[in-house]
């Protein structure tokens, strides 16, 4: 009896004495990924002399003069700057979303000859890095008459291999094939069933591709720099990049740069708020239907 009640009484502590080790590695991750955003919050605030002659993690005093020197910089370019990152960004993720949903639709919930081909086919173009596309995607938009437009940013974005591979595994799970075949025996068609039923359904998994894309095209850079030649048309960061690059002759313009990336990371904060309380909405909404 006593080496059995031994055995009870110390599992369960010696689980509560290692309970912290989770908490703690997740504590020095968090720690790791916010101390580059403070540096940027901080370093944001203070003017020209100050960002190199005080505390790293100090705030400054000059937050609203390098806003304003920022948005007058050439006329307010920035801005523009911002601009056409939420257009390629936005315009692209939903564009994306929408052929990622009606591909993932119709190859996980129709049987066709080719279709485990074509999947395998897209799983492979998921391995595959977008640096290794660049270059032929210039070629390809420069043979169009298209390179250095504002379609050279969009067509490449469309086509989300793992947008169209996370759809169709949601699908699978999300879109009951009864529920299909119940709404064709009512005489509904294809079209109807796909926009008032399963869409609706995936809607989980199309505002994630959404959001996996907008911040994939956001935060892209090599994509630009290869096919635009018109700073007018520059996004946020290779507009921001080209700003580092002049600040080696004229070091003014660093804590431009510096406020520059604080306010591009602004609007990304702002969607994963809004897209994680819709994400809460309606995964309540599933389980009441449900």
């Known amino acids: 009896m006593t080496p059995l009640t031994l055995t009870a009484t110390t599992g369960p502590s010696k689980a509560k004495r290692t309970a912290w080790i989770p ?90 000859p080719g279709r485990e081909f074509i999947f395998k086919l897209i799983l492979a173009g998921v391995l595959v890095p977008g640096i290794v596309l660049a270059v032929p995607q210039y070629l390809l938009m420069s043979k169009m008459g298209l390179a250095d437009s504002y379609w050279s940013m969009l067509l490449p974005s469309i086509l989300s291999p793992y947008g169209v591979y996370l759809v169709r595994i949601y699908a699978s799970a999300a879109v009951p094939a009864e529920l299909l075949e119940a709404a064709r025996m009512d005489g509904a068609s294809e079209w109807r069933i796909f926009s008032r039923i399963a869409v609706p359904m995936m809607m989980p998994g199309l505002v994630t591709v959404f959001l996996f894309q907008f911040v994939g095209i956001w935060n892209n850079f090599l994509l630009p720099y290869v096919m635009l030649a018109d700073d007018t048309k520059f996004p946020i960061t290779l507009g921001l990049y080209t700003l580092m690059a002049q600040g080696s002759s004229q070091p003014a313009l660093y804590t431009l740069v510096i406020t520059g990336c604080l306010l591009a990371v602004i609007p990304l904060i702002a969607l994963f708020l809004v897209i994680q309380r819709f994400w809460s909405l309606d995964l309540l909404s599933g389980s009441v239907k449900a």
Do not use: H
């Open 23 to 112: 908490t703690l590695v997740m504590a020095i991750g968090a720690i790791y990924c916010l101390i580059p955003v403070l540096w940027v919050v901080m370093a944001s605030t203070k003017d020209r002399s100050e960002l190199f002659s005080t505390f790293t993690m100090s705030p400054g005093t000059g937050f609203l003069d390098n806003v304003s020197q920022l948005s007058s910089y050439r006329d307010g370019i920035y801005w523009q700057w911002m601009g056409n990152s939420a257009f390629y960004a936005g315009a692209g993720a939903l564009l994306s979303a929408a052929v990622s949903a009606a591909g993932g639709y119709a190859l996980g919930r129709f049987a066709f």
